[in-house]
């Protein structure tokens, strides 16, 4: 096992950096559209279209890098609860997942000290509060179900496109889309999350870990949920836990490619 380990930590340094990415990208745009100086927030006078627009650039880099040579490389997980779905359903190892879940927490504490380091006069006021994920109005119990709902739902989502041959190719694109109708429709009621390192990075930032449980619990709750319908419909370990499989890079996960890397 520690051999294997060894052989694919340049997946895991890929899982790392891609979410730290994505917390600048969220973090950039988070001061971009709800800071009260940006032009940006002056031109947008409605709540929905500054949540509508930032849907849009996060579901845009989540395309993004998805597809980029990166994401190609480790399946572009990104965050801990898609991984367990996958562990769950037989597609990844154990030792694989737990290196997945430690690099995706420290990616996520990486990119948002990176983006207080380069974003310090906007990042932490108010408004933007380190693109941190709280519950909304309707309290902590609505935005737990709300954040197992759309992790649920997402990764449903993944699993049939990318069992579907002629559909494959495109489950990031699909992931990217619910992600920017997320953004735009659900984050009122729980900040839109899905994700426990992504939540993780900037509580971490913005010291406020009140409703962090809730983060760490509900996205891996409705994410094994999807899994076990899944399973009981498909065969568990049928398929590969990459969003985008249809590429020259290798897959630690079913192995394809590695034989001509090896050739």
Not at 165 to 193: K, Q
Request: charged share 10%; hydrophobic share 55%.
């Amino acid at each position: 096992m520690l051999a294997r380990l060894a052989r694919h930590w340049p997946e895991y340094a890929i899982e790392a950096a891609l979410l730290a990415l994505f917390m600048l990208s969220a973090s950039a745009f988070g001061v971009l559209l709800f800071h009260p100086d940006s032009p940006v927030h002056a031109w947008l006078h409605s709540a929905l279209a500054r949540r509508a627009w930032m849907g849009l650039a996060m579901g845009l880099t989540a395309v993004a890098l998805v597809y980029s040579p990166l994401g190609k490389r480790s399946g572009a997980h990104m965050n801990p609860s898609v991984t367990l779905g996958f562990l769950a359903l037989g597609r990844v190892r154990p030792g694989d997942a737990v290196a997945y879940v430690l690099a995706q927490f420290a990616g996520g504490l990486l990119g948002m000290q990176l983006a207080a380091a380069l974003l310090a006069r906007w990042i932490a006021h108010p408004e933007v509060s380190y693109v941190v994920t709280l519950p909304g109005a309707r309290g902590v119990a609505v935005a737990f179900l709300a954040e197992a709902a759309i992790s649920f739902v997402l990764f449903t989502v993944v699993l049939r496109v990318s069992g579907i041959p002629g559909l494959a190719r495109w489950t990031g694109l699909s992931a990217g889309v619910l992600v920017m109708l997320y953004i735009t429709f659900e984050a009122p009621l729980s900040g839109m999350s899905m994700n426990p390192a992504r939540s993780f990075g900037s509580a971490f930032a913005a010291r406020l870990w009140s409703a962090y449980w809730l983060y760490l619990t509900a996205p891996v709750l409705g994410m094994l949920a999807a899994a076990a319908l899944f399973a009981r419909t498909r065969v568990p370990a049928a398929g590969c836990a990459k969003l985008h499989h249809q590429n020259r890079q290798r897959c630690i996960f079913c192995g394809a490619n590695q034989a001509r890397e090896k050739s």
